[in-house]
Protein backbone atom coordinates (compact mmCIF):
# COMPACT_ATOMS: atom_id res chain seq x y z
CA UNK A 1 0.00 0.00 0.00
CA UNK A 2 1.48 3.35 -0.93
CA UNK A 3 0.68 6.71 -1.93
CA UNK A 4 0.31 7.65 -6.05
CA UNK A 5 2.23 9.75 -8.05
CA UNK A 6 2.21 10.71 -11.73
CA UNK A 7 5.16 12.76 -13.32
CA UNK A 8 3.15 15.26 -16.35
CA UNK A 9 6.25 15.53 -17.74
CA UNK A 10 7.25 12.04 -18.33
CA UNK A 11 4.07 10.41 -18.74
CA UNK A 12 5.48 6.89 -20.32
CA UNK A 13 8.74 7.32 -17.45
CA UNK A 14 11.29 6.88 -20.69
CA UNK A 15 13.26 9.12 -19.00
CA UNK A 16 15.32 9.15 -16.20
CA UNK A 17 13.68 11.10 -13.21
CA UNK A 18 15.05 14.73 -12.63
CA UNK A 19 17.04 14.77 -8.73
CA UNK A 20 14.74 17.22 -7.25
CA UNK A 21 11.95 14.48 -8.40
CA UNK A 22 13.61 11.53 -6.38
CA UNK A 23 14.06 13.87 -3.10
CA UNK A 24 10.05 14.53 -3.58
CA UNK A 25 9.25 11.12 -4.17
CA UNK A 26 11.61 9.87 -1.20
CA UNK A 27 9.67 11.69 1.25
CA UNK A 28 6.72 9.11 0.52
CA UNK A 29 6.23 5.22 0.09
CA UNK A 30 4.97 5.70 -3.45
CA UNK A 31 3.48 4.15 -6.53
CA UNK A 32 4.12 5.82 -9.64
CA UNK A 33 1.87 5.78 -12.74
CA UNK A 34 3.23 5.61 -16.40
CA UNK A 35 1.60 4.92 -19.62
CA UNK A 36 2.65 1.98 -22.13
CA UNK A 37 4.65 2.51 -25.05
CA UNK A 38 7.39 4.27 -26.27
CA UNK A 39 10.25 2.39 -24.46
CA UNK A 40 10.16 -1.27 -23.16
CA UNK A 41 8.16 -2.31 -19.49
CA UNK A 42 12.27 -2.83 -17.94
CA UNK A 43 13.18 0.78 -18.73
CA UNK A 44 10.14 2.22 -17.34
CA UNK A 45 10.29 0.43 -14.05
CA UNK A 46 13.95 0.59 -13.75
CA UNK A 47 13.34 4.40 -14.33
CA UNK A 48 10.93 4.23 -11.16
CA UNK A 49 12.88 2.42 -9.13
CA UNK A 50 15.77 4.18 -9.60
CA UNK A 51 13.77 7.72 -8.27
CA UNK A 52 13.13 5.34 -5.39
CA UNK A 53 9.42 4.52 -6.23
CA UNK A 54 7.89 1.12 -3.97
CA UNK A 55 6.12 -0.20 -7.09
CA UNK A 56 5.58 0.70 -11.28
CA UNK A 57 1.82 0.75 -12.31
CA UNK A 58 1.78 0.50 -16.12
CA UNK A 59 -1.42 1.80 -17.93
CA UNK A 60 -2.40 -0.04 -21.09
CA UNK A 61 -2.43 2.32 -24.10
CA UNK A 62 -5.63 0.35 -25.82
CA UNK A 63 -8.64 -1.16 -24.97
CA UNK A 64 -7.98 -5.11 -24.63
CA UNK A 65 -8.14 -7.92 -21.96
CA UNK A 66 -5.08 -7.96 -19.59
CA UNK A 67 -4.97 -10.67 -18.37
CA UNK A 68 -3.37 -12.20 -21.35
CA UNK A 69 -1.00 -9.70 -21.59
CA UNK A 70 2.45 -10.55 -20.59
CA UNK A 71 4.48 -7.33 -19.37
CA UNK A 72 7.64 -9.12 -21.09
CA UNK A 73 11.43 -8.60 -20.25
CA UNK A 74 13.36 -7.19 -22.93
CA UNK A 75 16.45 -9.14 -21.82
CA UNK A 76 18.14 -6.41 -19.16
CA UNK A 77 15.51 -6.85 -15.91
CA UNK A 78 17.44 -9.03 -14.32
CA UNK A 79 18.41 -6.49 -11.66
CA UNK A 80 14.83 -4.95 -10.92
CA UNK A 81 13.66 -5.09 -7.50
CA UNK A 82 10.48 -3.70 -7.12
CA UNK A 83 7.40 -4.76 -8.07
CA UNK A 84 4.82 -3.75 -11.05
CA UNK A 85 2.07 -4.51 -12.98
CA UNK A 86 0.02 -3.76 -15.46
CA UNK A 87 -3.98 -2.48 -15.58
CA UNK A 88 -6.65 -1.27 -18.17
CA UNK A 89 -6.53 1.48 -20.45
CA UNK A 90 -9.87 2.73 -18.62
CA UNK A 91 -8.79 2.54 -15.20
CA UNK A 92 -5.60 4.18 -15.72
CA UNK A 93 -7.22 7.12 -17.14
CA UNK A 94 -9.40 7.34 -14.19
CA UNK A 95 -6.59 7.96 -11.94
CA UNK A 96 -4.77 10.50 -14.28
CA UNK A 97 -7.84 12.55 -14.38
CA UNK A 98 -8.32 12.30 -10.72
CA UNK A 99 -4.64 13.09 -9.58
CA UNK A 100 -4.39 16.04 -12.39
CA UNK A 101 -7.65 17.91 -11.02
CA UNK A 102 -6.45 17.67 -7.20
CA UNK A 103 -4.72 20.25 -4.98
CA UNK A 104 -1.99 18.55 -2.88
CA UNK A 105 -3.47 17.90 0.29
CA UNK A 106 -6.02 15.69 -1.29
CA UNK A 107 -3.42 13.73 -2.94
CA UNK A 108 -1.78 13.18 0.29
CA UNK A 109 -5.01 11.40 0.99
CA UNK A 110 -5.07 9.04 -1.53
CA UNK A 111 -3.80 5.44 -1.18
CA UNK A 112 -3.38 2.94 -3.62
CA UNK A 113 -3.17 -1.01 -2.60
CA UNK A 114 -1.65 -3.61 -4.74
CA UNK A 115 -2.30 -7.04 -4.79
CA UNK A 116 -0.38 -10.10 -6.73
CA UNK A 117 -2.70 -13.22 -6.34
CA UNK A 118 -1.39 -16.63 -7.23
CA UNK A 119 -3.90 -18.87 -9.66
CA UNK A 120 -4.42 -21.87 -7.51
CA UNK A 121 -5.18 -25.09 -9.65
CA UNK A 122 -7.74 -27.81 -8.57
CA UNK A 123 -6.64 -29.55 -5.72
CA UNK A 124 -3.63 -27.14 -4.59
CA UNK A 125 -1.42 -28.56 -7.06
CA UNK A 126 1.50 -26.21 -8.01
CA UNK A 127 2.15 -26.33 -11.89
CA UNK A 128 5.65 -25.57 -13.11
CA UNK A 129 7.26 -25.59 -16.38
CA UNK A 130 10.49 -24.72 -17.26
CA UNK A 131 11.41 -23.40 -20.71
CA UNK A 132 14.45 -24.04 -22.19
CA UNK A 133 16.54 -25.33 -25.46
CA UNK A 134 19.10 -28.90 -24.96
CA UNK A 135 21.91 -26.55 -25.95
CA UNK A 136 21.81 -24.02 -23.58
CA UNK A 137 24.46 -24.76 -21.15
CA UNK A 138 22.87 -22.24 -18.78
CA UNK A 139 19.81 -24.32 -18.56
CA UNK A 140 21.51 -27.59 -18.53
CA UNK A 141 23.27 -26.50 -15.29
CA UNK A 142 20.43 -25.31 -13.90
CA UNK A 143 18.65 -28.85 -14.31
CA UNK A 144 21.43 -30.94 -12.92
CA UNK A 145 21.24 -28.79 -9.94
CA UNK A 146 17.79 -28.71 -9.62
CA UNK A 147 17.45 -32.53 -9.94
CA UNK A 148 18.19 -33.37 -6.52
CA UNK A 149 15.52 -30.64 -5.34
CA UNK A 150 12.68 -31.87 -7.58
CA UNK A 151 13.33 -35.60 -6.89
CA UNK A 152 12.17 -34.41 -3.11
CA UNK A 153 9.06 -32.74 -3.75
CA UNK A 154 6.08 -34.16 -3.04
CA UNK A 155 4.58 -35.33 -6.89
CA UNK A 156 1.12 -35.66 -5.46
CA UNK A 157 1.66 -32.15 -4.95
CA UNK A 158 4.38 -30.60 -7.22
CA UNK A 159 3.55 -30.79 -11.07
CA UNK A 160 6.93 -30.54 -13.08
CA UNK A 161 6.99 -30.15 -17.29
CA UNK A 162 9.87 -29.38 -19.56
CA UNK A 163 9.33 -27.15 -22.56
CA UNK A 164 11.55 -26.51 -25.55
CA UNK A 165 11.78 -22.90 -27.41
CA UNK A 166 11.81 -22.91 -31.36
CA UNK A 167 11.62 -20.16 -33.61
CA UNK A 168 9.74 -19.88 -37.00
CA UNK A 169 12.33 -18.71 -39.96
CA UNK A 170 10.36 -19.40 -42.94
CA UNK A 171 11.88 -16.63 -45.09
CA UNK A 172 15.49 -17.03 -43.95
CA UNK A 173 18.33 -17.82 -46.04
CA UNK A 174 18.16 -21.33 -47.71
CA UNK A 175 21.75 -22.64 -46.62
CA UNK A 176 20.40 -21.65 -42.21
CA UNK A 177 17.18 -23.54 -43.18
CA UNK A 178 18.91 -26.42 -44.81
CA UNK A 179 21.16 -26.91 -41.35
CA UNK A 180 19.15 -25.09 -38.62
CA UNK A 181 15.11 -26.33 -39.49
CA UNK A 182 12.83 -28.31 -40.20
CA UNK A 183 9.36 -27.47 -42.41
CA UNK A 184 10.76 -25.17 -44.50
CA UNK A 185 11.98 -23.10 -42.16
CA UNK A 186 9.00 -23.43 -39.08
CA UNK A 187 10.89 -25.19 -36.58
CA UNK A 188 14.88 -23.84 -36.40
CA UNK A 189 16.80 -24.27 -33.15
CA UNK A 190 16.95 -21.37 -31.34
CA UNK A 191 20.59 -21.48 -29.97
CA UNK A 192 22.92 -21.10 -32.92
CA UNK A 193 24.51 -24.21 -34.50
CA UNK A 194 28.44 -24.43 -35.07
CA UNK A 195 30.81 -26.15 -36.40
CA UNK A 196 30.47 -29.05 -33.71
CA UNK A 197 25.93 -29.13 -34.10
CA UNK A 198 23.56 -27.98 -36.51
CA UNK A 199 20.77 -26.60 -35.96
CA UNK A 200 18.96 -29.62 -36.96
CA UNK A 201 20.73 -31.72 -34.52
CA UNK A 202 19.65 -29.44 -31.74
CA UNK A 203 15.75 -29.70 -32.84
CA UNK A 204 16.12 -33.51 -32.74
CA UNK A 205 17.41 -33.32 -29.20
CA UNK A 206 15.01 -31.28 -28.15
CA UNK A 207 12.49 -32.99 -29.16
CA UNK A 208 14.11 -36.43 -28.33
CA UNK A 209 13.93 -34.85 -24.55
CA UNK A 210 10.12 -33.83 -24.71
CA UNK A 211 9.22 -37.48 -26.12
CA UNK A 212 11.36 -39.25 -23.66
CA UNK A 213 10.03 -37.31 -20.92
CA UNK A 214 6.20 -38.15 -22.13
CA UNK A 215 7.07 -41.44 -22.54
CA UNK A 216 8.26 -42.02 -19.19
CA UNK A 217 5.20 -40.15 -17.63
CA UNK A 218 2.52 -42.20 -19.43
CA UNK A 219 3.72 -44.88 -17.42
CA UNK A 220 2.57 -43.50 -14.13
CA UNK A 221 4.99 -44.75 -12.10
CA UNK A 222 6.02 -42.43 -9.08
CA UNK A 223 9.77 -42.73 -9.93
CA UNK A 224 9.29 -42.57 -13.57
CA UNK A 225 10.36 -39.50 -14.85
CA UNK A 226 13.24 -39.15 -12.35
CA UNK A 227 15.01 -41.46 -14.88
CA UNK A 228 14.57 -38.37 -17.79
CA UNK A 229 16.67 -36.47 -14.47
CA UNK A 230 18.77 -38.69 -14.89
CA UNK A 231 19.16 -38.71 -18.43
CA UNK A 232 19.71 -34.99 -18.74
CA UNK A 233 22.63 -35.13 -16.02
CA UNK A 234 24.51 -37.95 -17.74
CA UNK A 235 23.79 -36.35 -21.30
CA UNK A 236 25.41 -33.18 -20.05
CA UNK A 237 28.10 -34.49 -18.40
CA UNK A 238 29.37 -36.26 -21.09
CA UNK A 239 28.23 -34.25 -24.16
CA UNK A 240 27.94 -30.51 -22.55
CA UNK A 241 25.93 -28.34 -24.79
CA UNK A 242 26.54 -30.68 -28.18
CA UNK A 243 24.11 -33.16 -27.82
CA UNK A 244 23.98 -35.06 -30.69
CA UNK A 245 22.52 -38.41 -31.57
CA UNK A 246 25.41 -40.50 -31.27
CA UNK A 247 26.48 -38.90 -27.58
CA UNK A 248 22.79 -39.11 -27.03
CA UNK A 249 22.95 -42.64 -27.82
CA UNK A 250 25.33 -43.73 -25.28
CA UNK A 251 23.64 -42.06 -22.43
CA UNK A 252 20.29 -43.53 -23.65
CA UNK A 253 22.17 -47.21 -23.38
CA UNK A 254 24.08 -46.66 -20.17
CA UNK A 255 20.92 -45.60 -18.28
CA UNK A 256 19.01 -48.80 -20.05
CA UNK A 257 16.21 -46.05 -21.64
CA UNK A 258 14.37 -47.77 -24.55
CA UNK A 259 15.61 -45.46 -27.60
CA UNK A 260 13.56 -47.32 -30.14
CA UNK A 261 10.39 -46.39 -27.86
CA UNK A 262 11.45 -42.50 -27.87
CA UNK A 263 12.21 -42.63 -31.29
CA UNK A 264 8.94 -43.43 -32.53
CA UNK A 265 7.85 -40.56 -30.77
CA UNK A 266 9.51 -38.27 -32.62
CA UNK A 267 8.97 -39.90 -35.92
CA UNK A 268 5.46 -39.76 -35.24
CA UNK A 269 5.09 -36.40 -34.54
CA UNK A 270 6.00 -35.32 -37.83
CA UNK A 271 3.54 -35.54 -40.97
CA UNK A 272 5.69 -36.91 -42.97
CA UNK A 273 9.12 -38.67 -43.42
CA UNK A 274 10.77 -35.85 -45.42
CA UNK A 275 10.92 -33.23 -42.28
CA UNK A 276 13.00 -30.67 -44.78
CA UNK A 277 9.55 -30.28 -46.84
CA UNK A 278 7.44 -26.63 -45.40
CA UNK A 279 4.45 -28.80 -46.09
CA UNK A 280 6.10 -31.08 -43.49
CA UNK A 281 4.18 -29.80 -39.69
CA UNK A 282 5.32 -31.47 -36.24
CA UNK A 283 2.28 -31.25 -33.65
CA UNK A 284 4.50 -31.50 -30.88
CA UNK A 285 6.23 -28.52 -31.52
CA UNK A 286 3.55 -26.71 -32.82
CA UNK A 287 1.78 -27.28 -29.38
CA UNK A 288 5.67 -26.02 -27.85
CA UNK A 289 5.31 -22.47 -30.05
CA UNK A 290 1.74 -22.22 -29.19
CA UNK A 291 2.00 -22.45 -25.45
CA UNK A 292 5.29 -20.24 -25.73
CA UNK A 293 3.52 -17.62 -27.68
CA UNK A 294 1.12 -17.14 -24.58
CA UNK A 295 3.09 -17.43 -21.36
CA UNK A 296 6.65 -17.23 -23.02
CA UNK A 297 9.17 -14.22 -21.94
CA UNK A 298 11.55 -12.91 -24.95
CA UNK A 299 14.36 -14.65 -22.92
CA UNK A 300 15.05 -18.18 -21.99
CA UNK A 301 15.38 -20.39 -19.64
CA UNK A 302 11.86 -19.24 -17.74
CA UNK A 303 9.66 -20.86 -15.76
CA UNK A 304 5.48 -20.73 -15.66
CA UNK A 305 4.28 -21.37 -12.32
CA UNK A 306 0.63 -22.23 -12.76
CA UNK A 307 0.46 -19.94 -15.75
CA UNK A 308 2.31 -16.96 -14.64
CA UNK A 309 5.57 -16.40 -16.10
CA UNK A 310 8.66 -15.68 -13.49
CA UNK A 311 12.42 -15.09 -14.34
CA UNK A 312 15.41 -13.81 -12.60
Known sequence: MG????????????????????????????????KR????????????????????????????????????????GGGI?????????????????WISSVNQT????????????????????????????????RALDFLEDFAQVEKKMTKQHVNFEPHYVFWQ???????????????????CAVEPSNDKIAGHEIVDEDLRQKCLWNTLKAKKEESATDKWWDYMARVHSTCYNVIN??????????????????????????????????????KIIDAEITYWRDYGTNIYPSVVINKKTFRG
Open 245 to 282: EDCSKTAFKHLNLDWTEVQKCIDDSFSSKDRTSPSTTN
Open 81 to 97: RIPSMLIGKKAGEKLID
Open 3 to 34: MIHYDKNNTYACDEFPDTEIKRIQEQTPFMLA
Open 169 to 187: CQHCDKRYVARDCYGGGKY
Open 37 to 76: GKCSFVQKVRNMENAGVAAGIIIDDHKEDIEHVLMSDDGT
Open 106 to 137: ESAQMSIMMDFIMNHTENNIVNYDFWFTSSSD
